[in-house]
């Protein structure tokens, strides 16, 4: 098994893209589904005490934050805000 430092090194970057592609991918699919089901996904928010008129902030949060992800742009702070928007 060859263990080159650039067989190294391109292992990592496949390994960081993979993983910033399979991390947006949920916030991606959080947000789309929010979308997809808005009247319900308001009740359920209005259901636990959450203010409705949040969901657009909400919905916007988990889509610009799962590109900003894929697009490597502020990757430790994308993740951190929108966990905190996580329904």
Do not use: D
Not at 26 to 48: N, R
Not at 56 to 81: C, D, N
């Amino acid at each position: 098994m060859n263990t080159s430092p650039s067989n190294s090194t391109a292992f990592a970057n496949t390994a960081e893209v993979t993983g910033r592609f399979l991390l947006s991918l949920l916030f991606l699919l959080s947000g789309f589904g929010k979308l997809g089901a808005y009247g319900a996904t308001a009740a359920y928010m209005a259901a636990i005490g959450v203010p409705a008129a949040l969901l657009p902030l909400v919905v916007a949060t988990e889509i610009f934050g799962g590109v900003a992800i894929v697009l490597g742009w502020k990757t430790r702070s994308s993740p951190s805000s929108s966990r905190a928007f996580r329904c």
